[in-house]
Structures are given as C-alpha cells and as structure tokens.
C-alpha cells in the first residue's frame, strides 16, 4: 500500500510525505454495514482499525509545543485491493 500523508500545524508549517507500507501489515478495511449489529456498537467509522494503523505515519516532527493544534489527512494512493485507492481519512485537535 502506498499512502500520502498531508499534516498541518496552527503555527503555518505544512508537509507532505509519502510512504509504502506491506498490504499484509495493513489490517483489512471493514464496512460497518457488513458486520452483526452488536459488533457495530463497538467501531466509530469504516474501517477503522486499517485508519488507526495508518494514523503511526502521520506527523513530521513538527510541534513539540503540546499546545501546538495539528491536522492530518492520510490518503490510499495504491493498494492490493483496488477498492481501497483513493479513500481519505482527515483528523485534527490540539
């Protein structure tokens, strides 16, 4: 899989990196649609253990300052599964 990373800081700096991770490292993308309605309780969004794995590549070093607010977008360039190609996930906070 290859992914882009885009972070963003309050103080101006911006980046944008990218990064090739082994799809079999990559837990598998879930629609919350496909599982048992007592799973869905449990996940807050589509795939979301593959976002949080991913969320381990976002940041650059930048803003140490804990008081620092940052933002992040990490998008799906390549992929075993083609489905998976150009979905995005944004986050942000302080």
């Known amino acids: 899989m290859k992914i882009r990373v ?31 309605a007592d799973e869905r309780k449990y996940r807050h969004r589509d795939g979301e253990e593959m976002w949080d794995y991913l969320w381990e590549w976002t940041g650059d070093g930048h803003g140490e300052d804990p008081d620092l607010g940052w933002s992040y977008k990490i998008t799906i360039l390549e ?3 083609p489905k998976l190609v150009g979905l995005s996930h944004e986050n942000s906070g302080n």
């Open 6 to 36: 885009e972070n963003g800081y309050t103080d101006g700096h911006e980046s944008t990196l990218e990064y090739d991770i082994p799809d079999a490292d990559v837990p598998a993308y879930i629609l919350l649609g496909d599982l048992p």
């Open 79 to 81: 992929a075993a599964d």
